[in-house]
């Protein structure tokens, strides 16, 4: 995978996604096509210690109500992924 760097966001595979997720450092869900700080909003900051938010329009908002990995990414996938903004997620950890 190439080092893609955005705004102070590196791009990470799945894999360390999830170790670093457990660890409980914070892991920004995009979608494939989209820029980690688009000024749109289309990301989802998760955390393992919280409940993470992974849609929401300013009055419906949907949370994942389980902190494991791939229920937060899945949940993710099916509210933000779609032909259009790309049809899997990206992995972006914020530089220190």
Do not use: H
Not at 26 to 46: E, F, H, M, N, Q
Not at 68 to 79: L, P
Not at 86 to 94: E, H
Request: hydrophobic letters at 25%; proline letters at 3%.
């Amino acid at each position: 995978m190439n080092r893609i760097q955005i705004g102070g966001y590196t791009r990470i595979t799945k894999k360390e996604a999830a170790r670093r997720y457990s660890a409980g450092e914070v892991i920004r869900l995009t979608a494939c096509k989209l820029s980690p700080v688009s000024p749109c909003g289309c990301y989802s900051d998760t955390q393992r210690d919280s409940y993470t938010q992974v849609d929401g329009d300013g009055f419906n908002t949907t949370v994942a109500r389980n902190r494991e990995f791939e229920t937060v990414v899945n949940a993710f996938m099916y509210y933000n992924c779609t032909n259009e903004t790309g049809r899997y997620p990206a992995y972006w950890k914020k530089e220190a």
